[in-house]
């Protein structure tokens, strides 16, 4: 695509990026087919390509970001489809991190929308404040049907329908340490505790925890990790994601001047997308540019970094049909495809997948607040899809997706990890069918 750009706009050195991508795309439209939003709303501008267009024009022209391309870009779910599919290799995810930025910048939103993506931003990063609001939330909840009529209070509305009944505790295995591994050593890794799904779910990272350590890996808990920063960077607070991201750097930084590590393991394949990108993220800051890049080079999400290390026999093959969901995050973000399928496969499980795999089931962050009526129908679509499979059970690491699709699927929805540390000799997953056991009884 030919660009236009002065040589004093391309002094930026954000805009300079930009340029280099949008010279890439050849108008070609392959994206469109696979893009989610294009696909339900079937408006050009709700595709990578009409968006790409729509940037380009905000950025060639210096202007200031103005509703239309807001509504637009808003509707993206990030979930980069659109560069697996396509073939010149734009990388539309720097091109509407920089648009996001933009508007952030530029754009005075609604009050309302102000507010409730401020209250998002102060709440979700941080796991005292997200789970004292998700308690509060269970007050609110019978006021969620009224809140989704009032267009501008929609996003409260969904907000409320998607806390669940009930917090679990924090968990002590999450607080800074060491988790000694058992037998011979194999490994040492540190692991993201992260935020939401900390909260949501903490049982994810324990069972993490409890497996890597079985099969002999040290696990790190540094002192002084937190958000990854994705939530703040999908709504264009650059800022505050660089806090986030430069504050996890120091922190894997210390872990790994007290000892080399093999990894920093993350078991939300959306923070992983992230932490791979932070060496991109903090490439203009001299003092952090180095060690962002060896941390993010150091990032694996789970099944990454089981298929490199020398797995035992399972204790148990349970048989049980999994229908696994690849998360976008894990798919596109990561290019994570075949791991975690062969993971379950060889322990034991019947692995299935949905179709239509490419497709986002509209969680994508703080989406299904946001954009909750196209998240409803991506999500209705997967779900459907996940059902046709006739599985026992939903597998897929993300904690966004796992709430998303367990608000309207029958069937239970559970991290990958712990289908694995089930079949490497941990408890059985809360309601999932042990079918051996089923078998020797009958
Ligand atoms: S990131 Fe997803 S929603 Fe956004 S343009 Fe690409 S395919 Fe469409
Ligand atoms: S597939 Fe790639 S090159 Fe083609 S329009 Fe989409 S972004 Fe541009």
Redesign the pocket.
């Known amino acids: 695509m030919q660009t236009n750009f002065s040589l004093a706009q391309l002094a930026d050195p954000h805009v300079a990026e930009s340029e280099k991508i949008l010279r890439k795309?050849?108008?070609?439209?392959?994206?469109t087919a696979t893009c989610p939003t294009y696909v339900t709303l079937g408006n050009e501008l709700d595709s990578?390509?009409g968006r790409?267009y729509l940037i380009k024009d905000m950025l060639e022209n210096g202007r200031p970001a103005d509703k239309e391309i807001v509504t637009h870009i808003d509707r993206c779910l990030s979930c980069l489809a659109?560069m697996t599919?396509?073939?010149?290799g734009?990388n539309?995810m720097h091109l509407v991190d920089h648009a996001r930025a933009h508007i952030e910048e530029t754009y005075k939103r609604p009050l309302l929308d102000r507010l409730t993506r401020a209250m998002l931003a102060f709440v979700l990063p941080y796991p005292s404040r997200f789970r004292a609001a998700l308690k509060l939330a269970r007050l609110g909840q019978p006021l969620a049907g009224l809140f989704e009529k009032i267009p501008a209070l929609k996003p409260m509305g969904a907000m409320l329908k998607l806390a669940p009944v009930s917090v679990p505790a924090a968990s002590p295995m999450a607080s800074p340490g060491i988790h000694a591994g058992q037998g011979t050593r194999k490994g040492r890794v540190a692991i993201l505790t992260g935020c939401a799904q900390s909260v949501l779910d903490p049982g994810i990272n324990d069972t993490t925890i409890a497996l890597l350590t079985r099969l002999g890996v040290e696990v790190v808990v540094p002192e002084g990790e937190g958000c990854c920063g994705a939530l703040v960077h999908h709504m264009g607070r650059e800022e505050a994601a660089l806090a986030s991201a430069r504050r996890n750097v120091d922190a894997w930084t210390r872990a790994i001047d007290q000892g080399a590590l093999d990894a920093i393991v993350i078991t939300a394949s959306g923070c992983g997308t992230t932490i791979k990108d932070y060496g991109f993220m903090l490439r203009l800051d001299p003092a952090y540019a180095e060690k962002a890049a060896r941390v993010a080079a150091l990032a694996k999400e789970i099944t990454e970094y089981l298929v490199g290390i020398d797995l035992p026999e399972p204790v148990r093959k349970p048989g049980t049909i999994v229908a696994y969901h690849s998360a976008c995050s894990m798919q596109h973000g990561q290019k994570i495809t075949r791991q975690p399928k062969e993971l379950l496969a060889k322990a034991g499980f019947v692995v299935r997948e949905p179709r239509e795999g490419h497709l986002c089931c509209g969680s994508a962050g703080t989406y299904n607040i946001l954009q909750s009526e196209i998240s409803a129908q991506l999500r209705d679509r997967k779900v459907r899809n996940i059902e046709a499979t006739d599985a026992e059970i939903v597998a897929t690491g993300n904690i966004g997706c796992i709430t998303q699709i367990a608000s309207a699927a029958k069937l239970p929805v559970v991290h990958t990890i712990k289908l694995l540390d089930w079949a490497y000799g941990g408890p059985k997953p809360e309601g999932v069918r042990d079918n051996r056991a089923v078998v020797a009884a009958e």
Do not use: D, L
């Open positions: 795309c050849v108008h070609c439209g392959f994206c990578p390509r790409i659109c599919t396509c073939p010149s734009v539309y």
